[in-house]
């Protein structure tokens, strides 16, 4: 049986104060929920939460990282940096570092290895424009992402690995893919990973969904029988509504 992993990602919000407050209040609201509860957060505020995260049953992930151990790239994190101070997962390919900071399938399936390499857990993101879904490529685009994204990989290293579906058109807009919708698609995902790895690493990876995840439709999603909880944007912000969500499980 799969295990639900609830991830917040909080973007480009939260000073160090503010995160600090945050995590104080919701891990007494979540500190009975029986999935993996992981909040990513900004740089600036990863010491922070760490520290505050102590003895709580609450995961601290950053949000992006770069392939290259160490060298001339002003301005960017690497994984060993992130695992030095106790980072356990890192975001990685989300569609906002895909439209605006030119990642590519190429440069996620770098970062996935670096994050293994360094005993990170990467969360991949992969998902499909409203343009691509009406002209019927959703499904080849995010099943070549999937794949293109565990390039190279072994069988064995699926077990460290989260893929999260965030169709774009969902994230940020208040439109969210029916339960049906988004369950099929991930069915979709996991079938190119039993292609790729076979049906028992298929069976046992976990996939997310994303995209105006919120706690009056987190149940239904979570429900379902392929998705293995959510990456949460805009509503992981608020205490008591993120707290709603992970106890929908």
């Not at 699926?158 to 029916?178: F, H, N, V």
């Amino acid at each position: 049986m799969r295990k639900k992993v609830i991830a917040g990602n909080w973007k480009m919000n939260m000073l160090p104060n503010e995160a600090i407050a945050f995590i104080e209040e919701f891990s007494q609201m979540v500190k009975d929920a029986k999935c993996e509860v992981i909040l990513c957060v900004p740089y600036t505020d990863l010491f922070y939460s760490l520290l505050t995260a102590q003895n709580t049953n609450i995961k601290i992930g950053a949000q992006n990282m770069h392939w290259e151990e160490k060298g001339a790239y002003t301005g960017e994190v690497s994984a060993k940096m992130l695992k030095s101070i106790g980072v356990e997962y890192v975001i990685i390919g989300h569609s906002e570092r895909r439209q605006y900071f030119a990642e590519t399938d190429e440069t996620v399936n770098k970062k996935v290895k670096a994050a293994l390499a360094n005993e990170l857990k990467p969360i991949i993101c992969v998902g499909e424009t409203l343009e691509q879904r009406e002209a019927g490529k959703a499904v080849e685009l995010v099943t070549k992402q999937t794949r293109l994204a565990l390039e190279g990989l072994t069988k064995g290293e699926l077990s460290s690995i989260i893929i999260a579906y965030e169709p774009i058109w969902a994230i940020g807009t208040g439109k969210t893919a029916t339960s049906e919708d988004a369950n099929q698609m991930i069915k979709q995902i996991r079938n190119e990973v039993a292609n790729i790895y076979g049906n028992e690493a298929a069976e046992n990876i976990i996939i997310q969904y994303g995209g105006s995840v919120k706690s009056e439709n987190a149940k239904e999603l979570f429900t379902t029988s392929d998705i293995d909880g959510g990456l949460v944007g805009g509503a992981s912000l608020k205490p008591e509504e993120f707290a709603k969500i992970c106890l929908s499980v």
